[in-house]
């Protein structure tokens, strides 16, 4: 099904982290809602990538 | 208006003094966080600077501390350096490096002299020369040693330059979109006026 190995999937979470971070907080002073924004942020990502990831896998079903 | 309010601005129901604003972005390019540090804004620029130079050490060790490098010579035309440096003055042994590695260039044959030697063990240096795409030269080497780490590295410093780009803007003019948060003092000053008037 994969053509690399899950763990790869490591390198996905210092990234998210970081991004929704700073995405967050370069949006609001307030300390609660920089982390509300990073949450919505790093949500967001993730399922774009889920949905990239079914539409790929689907598409692989086929190939 | 005096320079005093321009430099204030109201977000999330705070008032921020961003104090000098080209000031504030250059301490943010060179040391991510250390503007908003410079702004009195603590907590943001401990976010800054952890999360960025975290993902910047992390993706340089992840990459063989090979990842960072500044070269543009035909076959290894370097275009990430541009991005990590992005991360400010960390990135600067790269840009030294670069430079030697320029004056030790033989620029007819394109080879590196004999007598180079990168400075500090070699850090941050970029590839003995000639790099050819087709051939085994030393870009090929640190591939091989670290395989996915090598373009995970790089791109994990690419991001962690891009995303100070981010820091560096809202050092020099507060957050980058004001959704419903907070507004500019002067829109909230005149609304209040408005208000008293009505």
């Known amino acids: 099904m994969l053509s690399i190995s899950p763990t790869y999937m490591l390198y996905y979470l210092p990234l998210i982290v970081t991004v929704a971070l700073v995405f967050g907080a370069t949006r609001h002073e307030n ?5 509300n924004h990073a949450w919505q942020t790093a949500k967001w990502i993730t399922g774009f990538m889920g949905v990239i ?9 086929f190939t | 208006m005096n320079q005093e309010d321009n430099n204030t601005i109201s977000v999330d129901g705070e008032l921020v003094d961003l104090r000098n604003r080209p000031l504030a972005a250059l301490l943010a390019w060179l040391i991510p ?25 992390l993706g340089f060790a992840v990459g063989g501390s090979h990842v960072v490098y500044s070269s543009w ?17 960390i990135s600067f042994p790269a840009y030294i490096q670069g430079r ?16 180079y030697e990168p400075l500090w063990d070699g850090l941050m240096a970029p590839p003995v020369r000639p790099v050819i795409e087709s051939d085994a030269d030393e870009v090929a080497a640190w591939y ?39 507004r500019k003092k002067d829109e909230v000053d005149a609304d209040e006026s408005d208000q008293d008037r009505e």
Not at chain 1, 31 to 35: A, D, G
Not at chain 1, 53 to 61: D, G, K, R
């Open chain 1, 31 to 35: 300390t609660t809602l920089v982390l």
């Open chain 1, 53 to 61: 990831f079914a539409v790929l896998y689907t598409i692989s079903l």
């Open chain 2, 33 to 57: 966080g250390a503007g908003h540090f410079y702004q009195g804004r603590i907590t943001k620029a401990a976010i800054f600077f952890t999360c960025i130079m975290s993902t910047w050490i």
């Open chain 2, 73 to 89: 010579e035909p076959g290894d035309k370097r275009w990430h350096y541009y991005l990590q440096a992005g991360a400010g003055m």
């Open chain 2, 100 to 115: 030697r590695m320029d004056d030790a260039t033989d620029s007819f044959t394109g080879e590196t002299k004999s007598d």
């Open chain 2, 144 to 182: 091989a040693q670290r395989g996915a780490g090598y373009e995970m590295g790089t791109w994990y410093t690419v991001i962690a330059g891009l995303l100070n780009i981010l820091v560096i803007y809202d050092a020099y003019g507060g957050p980058l979109s004001v959704p419903i948060s907070g």
